[in-house]
Protein backbone atom coordinates (compact mmCIF):
# COMPACT_ATOMS: atom_id res chain seq x y z
CA UNK A 1 0.00 0.00 0.00
CA UNK A 2 1.30 3.59 -1.07
CA UNK A 3 1.29 5.83 2.29
CA UNK A 4 0.49 9.22 -0.23
CA UNK A 5 -2.96 7.32 -0.95
CA UNK A 6 -3.70 7.22 2.90
CA UNK A 7 -5.76 9.84 4.19
CA UNK A 8 -4.11 12.26 7.02
CA UNK A 9 -5.65 9.91 9.62
CA UNK A 10 -4.75 6.77 7.90
CA UNK A 11 -1.00 8.60 7.96
CA UNK A 12 -1.02 8.96 11.45
CA UNK A 13 -1.89 5.62 12.23
CA UNK A 14 0.39 4.57 9.81
CA UNK A 15 3.77 6.55 11.43
CA UNK A 16 2.25 5.46 14.93
CA UNK A 17 3.12 1.72 14.31
CA UNK A 18 5.95 1.29 14.23
CA UNK A 19 6.84 2.20 17.77
CA UNK A 20 3.35 1.24 19.16
CA UNK A 21 1.90 4.70 19.39
CA UNK A 22 -1.45 5.67 20.30
CA UNK A 23 -3.36 7.29 17.79
CA UNK A 24 -6.62 9.17 19.23
CA UNK A 25 -9.03 10.56 16.62
CA UNK A 26 -12.36 11.64 18.82
CA UNK A 27 -13.13 14.77 19.86
CA UNK A 28 -13.43 14.70 23.50
CA UNK A 29 -17.39 15.50 23.58
CA UNK A 30 -18.01 12.47 25.47
CA UNK A 31 -21.50 12.22 24.00
CA UNK A 32 -20.71 12.62 20.38
CA UNK A 33 -17.93 10.26 20.62
CA UNK A 34 -20.06 7.46 21.81
CA UNK A 35 -19.79 4.91 18.82
CA UNK A 36 -24.16 4.96 18.99
CA UNK A 37 -23.32 8.46 17.11
CA UNK A 38 -20.60 6.98 14.69
CA UNK A 39 -22.75 7.70 11.71
CA UNK A 40 -22.51 11.73 12.43
CA UNK A 41 -18.27 11.37 12.60
CA UNK A 42 -16.79 13.62 9.70
CA UNK A 43 -14.59 11.84 7.06
CA UNK A 44 -11.86 12.88 9.00
CA UNK A 45 -12.22 9.77 11.94
CA UNK A 46 -12.85 6.98 9.24
CA UNK A 47 -9.67 4.86 8.88
CA UNK A 48 -10.22 1.64 6.56
CA UNK A 49 -9.65 -1.60 7.86
CA UNK A 50 -7.12 -2.46 4.78
CA UNK A 51 -4.92 -0.10 6.07
CA UNK A 52 -5.17 -2.21 9.36
CA UNK A 53 -4.99 -5.74 8.09
CA UNK A 54 -1.68 -4.43 5.85
CA UNK A 55 -0.42 -2.78 8.95
CA UNK A 56 -0.98 -6.44 11.10
CA UNK A 57 0.02 -8.30 8.70
CA UNK A 58 3.71 -6.56 8.08
CA UNK A 59 3.36 -3.96 5.54
CA UNK A 60 5.39 -1.56 7.70
CA UNK A 61 8.65 -3.15 10.15
CA UNK A 62 9.04 -2.14 13.73
CA UNK A 63 11.39 0.56 14.87
CA UNK A 64 14.01 -0.92 16.06
CA UNK A 65 14.37 -1.39 19.74
CA UNK A 66 10.23 -0.50 19.77
CA UNK A 67 7.09 -2.98 20.15
CA UNK A 68 4.84 -1.81 17.16
CA UNK A 69 1.31 -2.65 17.93
CA UNK A 70 -1.51 -0.91 15.89
CA UNK A 71 -3.68 1.54 18.84
CA UNK A 72 -5.91 3.30 17.83
CA UNK A 73 -8.92 5.60 19.28
CA UNK A 74 -12.26 6.68 18.15
CA UNK A 75 -12.55 5.84 14.48
CA UNK A 76 -14.78 4.58 11.97
CA UNK A 77 -13.22 1.07 10.66
CA UNK A 78 -14.57 0.89 6.94
CA UNK A 79 -14.82 -1.95 5.10
CA UNK A 80 -13.78 -5.74 6.01
CA UNK A 81 -11.10 -6.36 8.83
CA UNK A 82 -10.43 -9.74 7.07
CA UNK A 83 -7.71 -11.36 8.87
CA UNK A 84 -8.47 -15.01 8.29
CA UNK A 85 -5.66 -17.12 8.42
CA UNK A 86 -3.35 -14.66 8.93
CA UNK A 87 -0.21 -14.54 10.85
CA UNK A 88 -0.21 -11.17 13.02
CA UNK A 89 2.81 -11.50 15.95
CA UNK A 90 2.08 -7.32 16.95
CA UNK A 91 -0.79 -6.56 19.38
CA UNK A 92 -4.10 -4.82 18.01
CA UNK A 93 -5.93 -2.86 20.71
CA UNK A 94 -9.05 -0.80 19.13
CA UNK A 95 -10.62 1.74 21.88
CA UNK A 96 -14.11 3.24 21.32
CA UNK A 97 -14.32 2.38 17.40
CA UNK A 98 -17.02 1.33 14.98
CA UNK A 99 -17.19 -0.97 12.38
CA UNK A 100 -19.59 -0.53 9.40
CA UNK A 101 -18.38 -4.64 9.04
CA UNK A 102 -17.99 -7.60 11.18
CA UNK A 103 -13.90 -8.41 11.57
CA UNK A 104 -13.03 -11.73 10.28
CA UNK A 105 -10.05 -13.53 12.45
CA UNK A 106 -11.45 -16.78 11.74
CA UNK A 107 -8.23 -19.33 12.02
CA UNK A 108 -5.82 -16.56 12.13
CA UNK A 109 -2.86 -16.33 14.78
CA UNK A 110 -3.20 -13.37 16.45
CA UNK A 111 -0.95 -11.52 19.73
CA UNK A 112 -3.27 -9.71 22.13
CA UNK A 113 -6.48 -8.29 20.12
CA UNK A 114 -8.47 -5.34 22.33
CA UNK A 115 -11.52 -4.04 21.12
CA UNK A 116 -12.90 -1.84 24.13
CA UNK A 117 -15.75 -0.14 23.90
CA UNK A 118 -16.42 -0.40 20.32
CA UNK A 119 -19.32 -1.17 18.04
CA UNK A 120 -19.70 -4.20 15.72
CA UNK A 121 -22.14 -5.97 13.31
CA UNK A 122 -20.53 -8.98 14.62
CA UNK A 123 -17.17 -11.05 15.44
CA UNK A 124 -16.00 -14.01 13.47
CA UNK A 125 -13.06 -15.66 15.62
CA UNK A 126 -13.68 -18.94 14.90
CA UNK A 127 -10.56 -21.05 15.50
CA UNK A 128 -8.47 -18.38 16.01
CA UNK A 129 -5.43 -18.10 18.43
CA UNK A 130 -4.30 -15.60 21.02
CA UNK A 131 -1.47 -15.75 22.14
CA UNK A 132 -2.73 -12.97 25.47
CA UNK A 133 -5.59 -11.50 25.94
CA UNK A 134 -9.08 -11.26 23.92
CA UNK A 135 -10.21 -8.07 25.35
CA UNK A 136 -14.02 -6.90 24.15
CA UNK A 137 -15.03 -4.91 27.16
CA UNK A 138 -17.87 -2.81 27.05
CA UNK A 139 -18.50 -3.23 23.51
CA UNK A 140 -21.61 -3.46 21.77
CA UNK A 141 -22.08 -6.46 18.48
CA UNK A 142 -25.31 -7.62 17.05
CA UNK A 143 -25.12 -10.54 14.52
CA UNK A 144 -23.08 -12.49 17.15
CA UNK A 145 -19.71 -13.82 18.37
CA UNK A 146 -18.34 -16.46 16.95
CA UNK A 147 -15.31 -18.35 18.79
CA UNK A 148 -15.77 -21.86 18.26
CA UNK A 149 -12.86 -23.73 18.39
CA UNK A 150 -10.68 -20.88 19.61
CA UNK A 151 -7.87 -21.14 21.67
CA UNK A 152 -7.02 -18.01 23.84
CA UNK A 153 -3.75 -17.97 26.12
CA UNK A 154 -4.81 -15.41 28.40
CA UNK A 155 -7.80 -13.75 29.99
CA UNK A 156 -11.58 -13.29 27.73
CA UNK A 157 -12.70 -10.29 28.68
CA UNK A 158 -16.53 -9.82 28.10
CA UNK A 159 -17.18 -7.21 31.11
CA UNK A 160 -20.31 -4.85 30.32
CA UNK A 161 -20.21 -6.60 26.54
CA UNK A 162 -23.64 -5.93 24.90
CA UNK A 163 -24.71 -8.72 22.56
CA UNK A 164 -27.48 -8.69 20.32
CA UNK A 165 -28.98 -11.88 17.92
CA UNK A 166 -32.51 -12.41 18.64
CA UNK A 167 -33.30 -16.09 17.85
CA UNK A 168 -29.80 -16.53 16.72
CA UNK A 169 -26.34 -17.30 19.16
CA UNK A 170 -25.33 -14.13 21.13
CA UNK A 171 -22.15 -15.91 21.55
CA UNK A 172 -21.20 -19.13 20.13
CA UNK A 173 -18.18 -20.15 21.97
CA UNK A 174 -18.49 -24.19 21.32
CA UNK A 175 -14.83 -25.91 22.18
CA UNK A 176 -13.74 -23.07 23.22
CA UNK A 177 -10.25 -23.16 25.35
CA UNK A 178 -9.14 -20.20 27.53
CA UNK A 179 -6.14 -20.63 30.05
CA UNK A 180 -7.40 -18.00 32.55
CA UNK A 181 -10.24 -16.58 33.26
CA UNK A 182 -13.58 -15.87 31.41
CA UNK A 183 -15.20 -12.55 32.28
CA UNK A 184 -19.13 -12.10 31.33
CA UNK A 185 -19.70 -10.12 34.47
CA UNK A 186 -20.70 -6.31 34.99
CA UNK A 187 -24.06 -5.75 32.67
CA UNK A 188 -22.98 -8.43 30.65
CA UNK A 189 -26.32 -8.63 28.65
CA UNK A 190 -26.82 -10.98 25.54
CA UNK A 191 -30.37 -11.65 23.42
CA UNK A 192 -30.30 -14.76 22.08
CA UNK A 193 -28.30 -18.08 22.87
CA UNK A 194 -24.76 -17.97 24.77
CA UNK A 195 -22.97 -21.22 24.27
CA UNK A 196 -20.59 -22.72 25.73
CA UNK A 197 -20.43 -26.49 25.34
CA UNK A 198 -17.31 -28.37 25.81
CA UNK A 199 -15.33 -25.49 26.44
CA UNK A 200 -12.58 -25.72 28.60
CA UNK A 201 -11.90 -22.75 30.82
CA UNK A 202 -8.43 -22.33 32.73
CA UNK A 203 -9.45 -19.84 35.50
CA UNK A 204 -12.71 -18.93 36.67
CA UNK A 205 -15.68 -18.50 34.34
CA UNK A 206 -17.42 -15.23 35.98
CA UNK A 207 -20.95 -14.45 34.82
CA UNK A 208 -21.63 -12.21 38.11
CA UNK A 209 -24.86 -9.50 37.40
CA UNK A 210 -24.94 -10.83 33.52
CA UNK A 211 -28.60 -10.76 31.71
CA UNK A 212 -29.39 -13.60 29.53
CA UNK A 213 -32.02 -13.27 27.10
CA UNK A 214 -33.74 -15.85 25.23
CA UNK A 215 -37.32 -16.56 26.38
CA UNK A 216 -38.39 -19.03 23.79
CA UNK A 217 -35.05 -21.45 24.20
CA UNK A 218 -31.78 -22.24 25.85
CA UNK A 219 -30.56 -18.47 27.19
CA UNK A 220 -26.84 -20.25 28.56
CA UNK A 221 -25.89 -23.95 27.03
CA UNK A 222 -23.23 -25.01 28.48
CA UNK A 223 -23.00 -28.74 28.54
CA UNK A 224 -19.93 -30.48 28.72
CA UNK A 225 -18.53 -27.36 29.81
CA UNK A 226 -14.98 -27.79 31.78
CA UNK A 227 -13.94 -24.77 34.45
CA UNK A 228 -10.41 -25.45 36.49
CA UNK A 229 -11.44 -23.25 39.38
CA UNK A 230 -15.14 -21.65 40.55
CA UNK A 231 -18.18 -20.92 38.26
CA UNK A 232 -20.04 -17.40 39.35
CA UNK A 233 -23.45 -16.70 38.50
CA UNK A 234 -24.77 -14.54 40.91
CA UNK A 235 -25.11 -11.11 41.76
CA UNK A 236 -28.11 -10.40 39.97
CA UNK A 237 -27.51 -12.82 37.63
CA UNK A 238 -30.97 -13.13 35.53
CA UNK A 239 -31.50 -15.66 32.42
CA UNK A 240 -35.13 -15.83 30.58
CA UNK A 241 -34.96 -19.07 29.00
CA UNK A 242 -33.24 -22.48 30.10
CA UNK A 243 -29.98 -22.68 31.54
CA UNK A 244 -28.14 -26.24 30.72
CA UNK A 245 -25.18 -27.21 32.57
CA UNK A 246 -25.72 -31.00 31.65
CA UNK A 247 -22.23 -33.23 32.46
CA UNK A 248 -20.17 -29.67 33.09
CA UNK A 249 -17.41 -30.15 35.67
CA UNK A 250 -16.41 -27.51 38.16
CA UNK A 251 -13.16 -27.58 39.53
CA UNK A 252 -14.22 -24.88 42.55
CA UNK A 253 -17.49 -24.00 43.50
CA UNK A 254 -20.22 -22.89 41.68
CA UNK A 255 -22.59 -20.24 42.45
CA UNK A 256 -26.24 -18.93 42.11
CA UNK A 257 -26.53 -16.88 44.98
CA UNK A 258 -29.51 -14.57 44.26
CA UNK A 259 -29.70 -15.42 41.00
CA UNK A 260 -32.72 -15.44 38.54
CA UNK A 261 -34.06 -18.03 36.13
CA UNK A 262 -36.98 -18.39 34.52
CA UNK A 263 -38.04 -20.66 31.54
CA UNK A 264 -41.88 -21.48 32.81
CA UNK A 265 -43.17 -25.59 32.25
CA UNK A 266 -39.48 -26.31 31.03
CA UNK A 267 -36.66 -26.75 32.97
CA UNK A 268 -34.87 -23.36 33.90
CA UNK A 269 -31.55 -24.87 35.06
CA UNK A 270 -30.49 -28.60 33.76
CA UNK A 271 -27.45 -29.59 36.12
CA UNK A 272 -27.78 -33.29 35.66
CA UNK A 273 -24.34 -35.47 35.93
CA UNK A 274 -22.57 -31.87 36.90
CA UNK A 275 -19.31 -32.47 38.77
CA UNK A 276 -18.38 -30.17 41.63
CA UNK A 277 -15.42 -30.59 43.87
CA UNK A 278 -16.50 -28.30 46.50
CA UNK A 279 -20.05 -26.46 47.09
CA UNK A 280 -23.08 -25.75 45.00
CA UNK A 281 -25.15 -22.20 46.32
CA UNK A 282 -28.65 -21.86 44.99
CA UNK A 283 -29.29 -19.95 47.46
CA UNK A 284 -30.26 -16.51 49.38
CA UNK A 285 -33.19 -15.24 46.68
CA UNK A 286 -32.65 -18.00 44.41
CA UNK A 287 -35.50 -17.60 41.85
CA UNK A 288 -36.55 -20.98 39.69
CA UNK A 289 -39.56 -20.58 37.86
CA UNK A 290 -39.24 -24.14 35.90
CA UNK A 291 -37.70 -27.37 36.43
CA UNK A 292 -34.62 -27.43 38.80
CA UNK A 293 -32.84 -30.15 37.79
CA UNK A 294 -29.42 -32.13 39.50
CA UNK A 295 -29.96 -35.45 38.70
CA UNK A 296 -26.83 -37.71 38.75
CA UNK A 297 -25.01 -34.71 40.06
CA UNK A 298 -21.94 -35.13 42.26
CA UNK A 299 -20.77 -32.64 44.84
CA UNK A 300 -17.91 -33.19 47.02
CA UNK A 301 -19.20 -30.28 49.45
CA UNK A 302 -22.76 -28.83 50.26
CA UNK A 303 -25.55 -28.41 47.62
CA UNK A 304 -27.11 -25.49 49.61
CA UNK A 305 -31.02 -24.18 48.30
CA UNK A 306 -31.09 -22.10 51.96
CA UNK A 307 -33.61 -19.28 51.47
CA UNK A 308 -34.54 -20.41 47.70
CA UNK A 309 -38.09 -20.17 45.76
CA UNK A 310 -38.60 -22.83 43.53
CA UNK A 311 -42.00 -22.91 41.45
CA UNK A 312 -42.62 -25.40 38.60
CA UNK A 313 -46.45 -26.39 39.77
CA UNK A 314 -47.57 -28.48 37.13
CA UNK A 315 -44.24 -31.13 37.17
CA UNK A 316 -41.00 -31.39 39.12
CA UNK A 317 -40.01 -28.27 40.62
CA UNK A 318 -36.11 -30.02 41.95
CA UNK A 319 -34.98 -32.96 41.09
CA UNK A 320 -31.73 -34.54 42.81
CA UNK A 321 -32.29 -38.44 41.36
CA UNK A 322 -29.26 -40.65 41.81
CA UNK A 323 -27.26 -36.93 43.60
CA UNK A 324 -24.29 -38.33 45.40
CA UNK A 325 -23.36 -35.04 48.23
CA UNK A 326 -21.42 -34.68 51.48
CA UNK A 327 -24.43 -31.94 52.91
CA UNK A 328 -28.05 -31.02 51.32
CA UNK A 329 -29.11 -27.91 52.83
CA UNK A 330 -32.75 -27.94 52.05
CA UNK A 331 -34.29 -24.95 54.17
CA UNK A 332 -36.12 -22.86 51.35
CA UNK A 333 -37.33 -19.66 51.87
CA UNK A 334 -40.72 -21.02 51.09
CA UNK A 335 -42.38 -24.89 50.47
CA UNK A 336 -41.35 -25.88 47.04
CA UNK A 337 -43.79 -25.78 44.48
CA UNK A 338 -43.87 -28.56 42.62
CA UNK A 339 -42.55 -32.64 43.38
CA UNK A 340 -39.38 -32.64 44.83
CA UNK A 341 -37.73 -35.67 43.78
CA UNK A 342 -35.36 -37.54 45.77
CA UNK A 343 -34.89 -40.91 44.17
CA UNK A 344 -32.10 -43.23 45.05
CA UNK A 345 -29.64 -39.86 46.18
CA UNK A 346 -27.39 -40.61 48.35
CA UNK A 347 -26.73 -37.58 51.19
CA UNK A 348 -24.21 -38.08 54.29
CA UNK A 349 -26.19 -35.23 55.55
CA UNK A 350 -29.67 -33.61 55.23
CA UNK A 351 -30.29 -30.34 56.70
CA UNK A 352 -33.90 -29.37 56.17
CA UNK A 353 -37.28 -27.63 57.64
CA UNK A 354 -40.36 -28.78 57.97
CA UNK A 355 -41.81 -25.28 57.14
CA UNK A 356 -40.03 -25.69 53.56
CA UNK A 357 -41.34 -29.02 52.66
CA UNK A 358 -43.51 -29.32 49.37
CA UNK A 359 -46.43 -30.65 49.01
CA UNK A 360 -45.04 -33.53 47.11
CA UNK A 361 -42.31 -35.82 47.08
CA UNK A 362 -40.59 -38.57 46.13
CA UNK A 363 -38.62 -40.41 48.67
CA UNK A 364 -37.92 -43.84 47.20
CA UNK A 365 -34.42 -45.10 47.66
CA UNK A 366 -33.31 -41.98 49.30
CA UNK A 367 -30.22 -42.76 51.42
CA UNK A 368 -29.04 -40.55 53.99
CA UNK A 369 -27.14 -40.90 57.46
CA UNK A 370 -27.71 -38.22 59.54
CA UNK A 371 -30.61 -35.43 59.53
CA UNK A 372 -31.10 -32.17 61.40
CA UNK A 373 -32.97 -31.65 63.00
CA UNK A 374 -34.19 -35.27 63.59
CA UNK A 375 -37.37 -34.17 64.58
CA UNK A 376 -39.84 -36.57 65.51
CA UNK A 377 -41.46 -39.96 64.41
CA UNK A 378 -44.45 -37.85 64.10
CA UNK A 379 -43.58 -34.81 62.59
CA UNK A 380 -40.89 -37.09 59.92
CA UNK A 381 -44.19 -39.33 59.12
CA UNK A 382 -45.47 -36.69 57.50
CA UNK A 383 -42.54 -35.82 55.48
CA UNK A 384 -42.79 -39.62 54.35
CA UNK A 385 -46.89 -39.24 53.24
CA UNK A 386 -46.07 -36.62 51.15
CA UNK A 387 -44.71 -39.36 48.38
CA UNK A 388 -46.21 -38.96 45.42
CA UNK A 389 -45.75 -42.80 44.58
CA UNK A 390 -47.81 -44.20 48.03
CA UNK A 391 -46.41 -46.88 50.03
CA UNK A 392 -42.75 -48.03 49.50
CA UNK A 393 -40.81 -49.80 52.30
CA UNK A 394 -37.32 -48.10 51.66
CA UNK A 395 -38.12 -44.70 53.29
CA UNK A 396 -39.57 -46.21 56.01
CA UNK A 397 -36.36 -48.50 56.31
CA UNK A 398 -34.04 -45.69 56.09
CA UNK A 399 -35.86 -43.11 58.87
CA UNK A 400 -35.91 -46.28 61.12
CA UNK A 401 -32.27 -47.32 60.62
CA UNK A 402 -31.27 -42.92 60.91
CA UNK A 403 -33.27 -42.77 64.39
CA UNK A 404 -32.20 -46.01 65.87
CA UNK A 405 -28.16 -44.57 64.98
CA UNK A 406 -29.16 -41.68 66.63
CA UNK A 407 -30.36 -43.60 69.42
CA UNK A 408 -33.84 -42.49 69.02
CA UNK A 409 -35.46 -46.44 69.51
CA UNK A 410 -38.89 -45.13 70.25
CA UNK A 411 -39.28 -43.20 67.33
CA UNK A 412 -37.52 -45.55 65.30
CA UNK A 413 -40.01 -48.36 66.36
CA UNK A 414 -42.76 -45.79 65.63
CA UNK A 415 -41.87 -45.76 61.96
CA UNK A 416 -41.85 -49.54 61.40
CA UNK A 417 -45.11 -49.79 63.08
CA UNK A 418 -46.27 -46.55 60.55
CA UNK A 419 -44.52 -48.63 57.44
CA UNK A 420 -47.09 -52.09 58.72
CA UNK A 421 -50.04 -49.97 59.14
CA UNK A 422 -49.39 -48.38 55.59
CA UNK A 423 -48.75 -51.41 53.93
CA UNK A 424 -51.67 -52.98 55.57
CA UNK A 425 -53.68 -50.44 53.15
CA UNK A 426 -51.87 -52.20 50.26
CA UNK A 427 -53.46 -55.28 50.90
CA UNK A 428 -56.58 -57.76 50.30
CA UNK A 429 -59.72 -57.65 52.96
CA UNK A 430 -58.32 -61.39 54.54
CA UNK A 431 -54.76 -60.11 54.96
CA UNK A 432 -56.20 -56.96 56.33
CA UNK A 433 -58.24 -58.25 59.04
CA UNK A 434 -55.36 -60.15 60.39
CA UNK A 435 -53.06 -57.37 60.12
CA UNK A 436 -55.27 -54.89 62.09
CA UNK A 437 -55.55 -57.41 65.12
CA UNK A 438 -51.60 -57.73 64.99
CA UNK A 439 -52.10 -53.79 65.16
CA UNK A 440 -54.43 -53.52 67.84
CA UNK A 441 -52.71 -56.35 70.38
CA UNK A 442 -49.37 -55.82 69.94
CA UNK A 443 -48.66 -53.13 67.42
CA UNK A 444 -47.36 -55.35 65.10
CA UNK A 445 -45.04 -56.17 67.78
CA UNK A 446 -43.32 -52.79 68.14
CA UNK A 447 -45.68 -51.87 70.88
CA UNK A 448 -45.14 -55.19 72.58
CA UNK A 449 -46.36 -53.75 76.35
CA UNK A 450 -49.82 -52.90 74.99
CA UNK A 451 -49.79 -56.84 75.06
CA UNK A 452 -49.56 -56.22 79.11
CA UNK A 453 -52.85 -54.54 78.90
CA UNK A 454 -54.58 -57.08 77.14
CA UNK A 455 -53.25 -59.63 79.99
CA UNK A 456 -54.31 -57.12 82.47
CA UNK A 457 -57.85 -57.27 80.97
CA UNK A 458 -58.26 -60.58 80.56
CA UNK A 459 -56.93 -61.30 83.98
CA UNK A 460 -59.90 -59.20 85.01
CA UNK A 461 -62.35 -60.46 83.17
CA UNK A 462 -61.41 -64.22 84.52
CA UNK A 463 -61.95 -63.19 87.68
CA UNK A 464 -65.05 -61.44 87.21
CA UNK A 465 -66.35 -64.51 85.11
CA UNK A 466 -64.89 -67.40 87.83
CA UNK A 467 -66.15 -65.08 90.91
CA UNK A 468 -69.87 -65.65 89.55
CA UNK A 469 -69.01 -69.13 87.91
CA UNK A 470 -66.76 -71.32 89.94
CA UNK A 471 -65.51 -74.32 88.51
CA UNK A 472 -65.67 -78.10 89.96
CA UNK A 473 -62.84 -79.70 91.93
CA UNK A 474 -61.40 -82.05 90.01
CA UNK A 475 -60.87 -84.23 92.80
CA UNK A 476 -63.56 -84.34 95.46
CA UNK A 477 -61.34 -85.36 98.13
CA UNK A 478 -59.56 -82.48 98.29
CA UNK A 479 -61.28 -79.35 99.76
CA UNK A 480 -58.86 -76.59 98.17
CA UNK A 481 -59.48 -72.62 98.00
CA UNK A 482 -60.60 -70.78 95.57
CA UNK A 483 -59.07 -67.55 94.55
CA UNK A 484 -61.01 -66.46 91.43
CA UNK A 485 -58.16 -64.12 90.87
CA UNK A 486 -54.92 -66.44 91.18
CA UNK A 487 -57.26 -69.08 89.51
CA UNK A 488 -57.24 -66.76 86.05
CA UNK A 489 -53.61 -65.74 86.77
CA UNK A 490 -52.51 -69.47 86.64
CA UNK A 491 -54.24 -69.69 83.83
CA UNK A 492 -52.59 -66.84 82.00
CA UNK A 493 -48.80 -67.97 83.20
CA UNK A 494 -47.44 -69.72 80.30
CA UNK A 495 -44.89 -71.22 82.59
CA UNK A 496 -45.12 -72.06 86.46
CA UNK A 497 -47.98 -72.82 88.41
CA UNK A 498 -50.27 -71.35 91.53
CA UNK A 499 -51.53 -74.52 92.27
CA UNK A 500 -55.14 -73.26 91.13
CA UNK A 501 -55.65 -74.78 87.60
CA UNK A 502 -54.84 -78.51 88.10
CA UNK A 503 -57.20 -78.25 91.20
CA UNK A 504 -60.22 -76.83 89.31
CA UNK A 505 -62.23 -77.67 86.08
CA UNK A 506 -64.44 -75.82 84.46
CA UNK A 507 -67.37 -77.20 82.43
CA UNK A 508 -69.45 -76.13 79.19
CA UNK A 509 -68.84 -72.63 77.58
CA UNK A 510 -66.42 -71.42 80.54
CA UNK A 511 -64.18 -74.60 79.83
CA UNK A 512 -63.68 -72.60 76.74
CA UNK A 513 -63.27 -69.26 78.15
CA UNK A 514 -60.65 -70.80 80.48
CA UNK A 515 -58.74 -72.45 77.25
CA UNK A 516 -58.96 -69.30 75.46
CA UNK A 517 -57.57 -67.52 78.76
CA UNK A 518 -54.27 -70.13 78.21
CA UNK A 519 -53.96 -69.87 74.49
CA UNK A 520 -54.03 -65.38 75.04
CA UNK A 521 -52.00 -66.02 77.95
CA UNK A 522 -49.08 -68.01 76.04
CA UNK A 523 -49.12 -65.35 73.23
CA UNK A 524 -49.31 -62.34 75.04
CA UNK A 525 -47.06 -63.28 77.32
CA UNK A 526 -44.36 -64.00 75.02
CA UNK A 527 -44.69 -60.69 73.72
CA UNK A 528 -44.10 -58.86 76.62
CA UNK A 529 -41.10 -60.73 77.27
CA UNK A 530 -39.80 -59.86 73.87
CA UNK A 531 -40.60 -56.23 74.24
CA UNK A 532 -38.28 -56.49 78.15
CA UNK A 533 -35.64 -58.32 76.10
CA UNK A 534 -35.78 -55.27 73.55
CA UNK A 535 -35.73 -52.31 75.74
CA UNK A 536 -33.09 -54.13 78.13
CA UNK A 537 -30.67 -54.28 75.32
CA UNK A 538 -28.48 -51.76 73.61
CA UNK A 539 -26.97 -52.34 70.53
Known amino acids: MNIEDLTPSERRLWKAFPKGESVDLSTGDRAFDDVAQADRWGHDRVVRAE ?10 EPEP ?19 GHAEVTVPLALTGCAFDEAPHLYWANMNSVHLMRCRLPGLVASGTRVDGHLWLEGSRIDGGVWLDGANITGILNMSGVQLTNPGGDALLADRLAVEANVYCDQDFTANGEVRLPGARIGGQLIFRGARLYNPSGVALYASRLDVAANVFCDGGFTAE ?20 LSAPQRTALNADDLTVETDIYCSDGFTAAGAVSFSGARVTGQLSLRDARLLNDSGTALSLQR ?30 DAASWPERLQLDGLQYETLDPPLTARERLDWLHRDTDGYAPQPYERL ?68 LHRPDVLDDGHKPHFNAFFYTLDLLLPIGSLGQEIEFAPKGVYQWIANFIVAAGLVLGLTVAAGATRALSRE
Open 400 to 467: AQTYRALGLDADGRSVLLAKARDRRKTQGIPRKIVGWLQDVLVGYGYRPFRAASWLIGLLAFGTIVFS
Open 241 to 260: GEVRLRGASVGGYLSFVGAN
Open 323 to 352: VQAEELLLRTAEPIKGVADFSYARINLLRD
Open 65 to 83: GQVAAVRLSGARITGSLNL
Open 51 to 60: VLVALLVGAV
